[in-house]
């Protein structure tokens, strides 16, 4: 059966890779916007101490007696110290002429207040210069004094870079844990339908009752399916069984009534052909009767097999039991049973099953024993319990001989001898539904032998 | 291109033969495979000894040792920074500018404090504080000044025996001079009351240490104020005239700092010569009674009293700030 089913991605690996992938695209969004937001926090950092040299500076930007003097503190300066140290770069303006400081230093108009940021290049090497500029009131007017301090970005740099690394190191940890997890959940997730698998799987093949334990809720629509699937299977194989050991019990009856018409005619009757006639007749009623008999032993057992009644038993007692009651069929065919039993083989089973089982392969037996022979018969306890059954019949076909526990299957060798095909099934069904086996062999000086063992 | 070579070669003849040097000196062998440049503010004197040994160790590297005034050796090498391969100069903000406008080269693989370089192109060693230098005579009998007060004191009691006989740098003139006087300035209002006093006296203006300590000893002037401590220390022959006093109330430390050109032609070779001289000098934590003192690596920036390497340096390099302080300088100085 499974290998017919058709297999599409596992649910398994599919829930590992959509939360796999998912905490992957997680931790990189993280790691993005973490060092994005560094990375303002820092510039803005760098931009205030900038803004505040370029105010220090322009605060002390004075026109005494007509000529403007910038005394700015050494302070000014020495606040743009770097760990790592940047270069610093400034000019001062007035009104667009620089005055003093680097004049080649990128420059951008900015009106009188609040100081401006931004990145350039200088002198080969990526700066940030803030900008500000403050209007002064001279004799001859007004004047406008602007100034620019840049500063290199290696402190900056060093500074992201720890950051990324933080956040790679963060990023990259959150991906662990949520890969650990995914399988956690995923093995979570599938844990539910494996117990469910587990569970069908290990049932017995009769065994189709609904599933009792719970499952979640999505699996509810799945499992009840599936119970109903089995209920209906159930009721169906119930309702054939039902039918087939209606039909044999309803053909049995009349059929003993017409034997014995047909042997109260065959008493009548002088004519040798109707004699002839009414005899085959009396042996195809014997042969459908106990058909019948067997069809519905069979059903018996697959009933009595679901709810095995186990009892403490001596099967050596079973044994002997059944060989004495068959005694007088075995006498009319001049066959002998010879039985070499222990004298206590403690098996635990259903009696009537194994009794079944055992009459049924002793019937065999001497059904296809040759007339003045000997059935030898072994009941022994080694590490099972073991009941051997030879004849000096004409053996299994060998080439047969797996198929012919199966329904209705009877040896190419069984011609002209009655018998349903059943005998064996019925004696395999009891032997497995007490775990135990029937095996089949031919005996190397002629004959079958039967191993039940339990 | 080849226009463009030989320009370079006529201003490097230009430069190295029209150049007025205080000194010039040859290390090494005369067939030595390569040159270096050293261009330095640093007499040849306290020089030597470590320019010899680095000519000993390396067999086939000559020196041309060449001397200029701090200002002078700024100017000369913004003028053609191809033509030297390493500058060493005591004026600790020009040379600070000079690694910040991209003059320097940094030097790969050298571990160094970092209070004591910038960008590991510029690398200082040697702790040199400015003194007040004083005529053992001329003092005679009188208290010797400890701090700048003291000095102040003592030159308005006796304004007749001072009168043309004090001294102190050119700050217009000096490099060194100009760090001196503007690292004095912002740490006290004392140095502008001092410049007062001496402008009063008719200060002797130099334009260099050296210049300043033969004038003590001969006494021609009594005191000079802002003298390089070492240099006065280094005469051992004049150490009976003079004494040489580092002001108690605030010290003004120098560190003398070296740079390989960022357009040296020979790198690696200008590089090995910075290294010998920072192990020689730092590493040795204090020099002999004949050369520099070398800075003590060993304490922590936190320890240190020298000017600290940092941008700040530029503050009075800058034209407006500067005028300004020429003019508050001249005011009290010349009078």
């Known amino acids: 059966m499974t290998d017919t089913v058709r297999a599409s991605a596992s649910l398994r690996r599919r829930l590992t890779l959509v939360l796999i992938g998912g905490a992957a695209v997680l931790a990189l969004l993280i790691y993005f916007f973490v060092r994005h937001y560094a990375t303002q926090i820092a510039q803005q950092g760098q931009d205030e101490v900038l803004g505040a040299s370029v105010t220090s500076i322009l605060d002390a930007a004075v026109i005494r007696n007509g000529t403007l003097e910038i005394d700015f503190p050494y302070a000014s300066l020495s606040m743009l110290n770097t760990a790592s140290d940047d270069r610093v770069f400034y000019a001062i303006y007035r009104d667009g002429e620089v005055l003093s400081g680097y004049p080649s230093l990128p420059r951008r108009a900015v009106e009188p207040g609040g100081p401006m940021s931004w990145t350039a290049v200088f002198d080969g090497t990526p700066v940030r210069i803030t900008t500000a500029a403050r209007r002064l009131i001279a004799a001859e007017g007004q004047t406008v004094i602007s100034v620019s301090v840049a500063q290199t970005q290696d402190a900056l740099a060093g500074t992201l870079r720890n950051i990324s690394q933080t956040v790679a190191l963060f990023g990259a940890g959150f991906f662990l844990m949520a890969t650990a997890l995914s399988f956690w959940a995923t093995s979570a997730t599938i844990g539910p339908l494996k117990r469910l698998t587990t569970s069908i799987t290990r049932r017995g093949p009769q065994d189709l009752s609904p599933v009792a334990k719970p499952v979640p809720a999505e699996m509810i629509p799945l499992v009840s399916s599936l119970n109903n699937l089995m209920g209906r299977l159930d009721h169906s194989l119930r309702q054939s069984e039902d039918f087939i050991a209606e039909a044999a019990h309803r053909v049995r009856t009349p059929l003993a009534t017409v034997r014995s018409h047909a042997e109260a005619t065959l008493q009548r009757v002088e004519k040798e052909e109707n004699r002839k006639a009414l005899r085959s007749m009396v042996r195809a009623i014997d042969e459908s009767s106990r058909a019948a008999g067997q069809l519905l032993d069979h059903a018996m057992i697959t009933f009595r097999a679901d709810h095995l009644e186990r009892q403490t038993l001596n099967l050596t007692e079973l044994v002997t039991d059944i060989v004495s009651r068959l005694e007088p069929v075995a006498e009319m065919k001049d066959i002998a049973f010879r039985v070499e039993a222990a004298p206590v083989v403690p098996v635990s089973g259903d009696p009537i099953l194994l009794q079944n089982a055992i009459r049924n392969l002793i019937d065999n037996a001497l059904k296809y024993s040759p007339g003045e022979s000997v059935i030898d018969i072994t009941v022994c306890m080694d590490e099972t319990a073991r009941l051997t059954i030879c004849d000096s019949g004409p053996g299994f076909p060998p080439e047969q001989m797996a198929g012919l526990v199966d329904r209705f299957a009877r040896g190419a060798n069984a011609e002209g001898i009655t018998g349903s095909g059943l005998g064996l099934t019925i004696a395999q069904d009891v032997a497995v539904a007490h775990n135990g086996h029937l095996v089949l062999s031919n005996r190397s000086s002629g004959g079958a032998c039967v191993t039940f063992s339990l | ?335």
């Open chain 2, 1 to 335: 291109m080849r226009y463009l070579f030989a320009l370079i070669l006529c201003l490097l003849a230009s430069v190295s033969g029209a150049q007025d040097w205080e000194d010039r000196q040859r290390f090494g062998p005369a067939d030595a495979s390569r040159v270096l440049r050293v261009l330095s503010s640093t007499d040849t004197a306290l020089f030597e000894p470590l320019l010899r040994s680095f000519v000993a160790v390396n067999a086939d590297t000559a020196i041309d040792y060449l001397v200029a005034s701090t200002s002078e050796l700024d100017q000369i090498f913004r003028q053609t920074p191809e033509a030297y391969d390493v500058v060493i100069s005591s004026a600790m903000d020009l040379q600070f500018k000079l690694a910040n406008d991209g003059f320097a080269r940094p030097l790969e693989d050298f571990p160094y404090p970092g209070w004591a370089q910038w960008r590991r192109s510029l690398f200082a060693f040697t702790s040199e504080p400015a003194a007040i230098v004083i005529n053992r005579d001329a003092f005679a009998g009188l208290d010797i000044p400890h701090t700048r007060q003291d000095l102040i004191r003592v030159l308005r009691d006796r304004p007749t025996l001072f009168q043309g006989r004090v001294g102190t740098y050119d700050v217009r003139q000096s490099g060194v001079g100009y760090l001196f006087a503007t690292q004095d300035a912002r740490t006290s209002e004392t140095y502008w009351r001092l410049m007062e006093v001496m402008g009063g006296l008719q200060t002797q203006l130099y334009c260099c240490s050296g210049e300043m300590i033969e004038d003590v000893a001969s006494g021609r002037i009594a005191v000079a104020y802002n003298v390089l401590a070492s240099y006065a220390v280094a005469r051992a022959d004049l150490a009976d005239q003079i004494e040489v006093i580092v002001p108690s109330d605030f010290q003004t430390i120098m560190m003398r700092t070296a740079l390989v050109s960022a357009r040296t032609p020979r790198p690696a070779h200008a590089q090995v010569f910075v290294a010998h001289l920072l192990r020689q000098k730092a590493a040795a934590g204090g020099g002999s009674a004949t050369s520099l003192p070398g800075l003590d690596l060993t304490r922590d920036a936190a320890g240190q009293s020298t000017i600290p390497l940092q941008p700040a340096l530029l503050t009075y390099l800058d034209t407006l700030k500067s005028a300004g302080f020429f003019k508050d300088w001249t005011d009290a100085v010349i009078q």
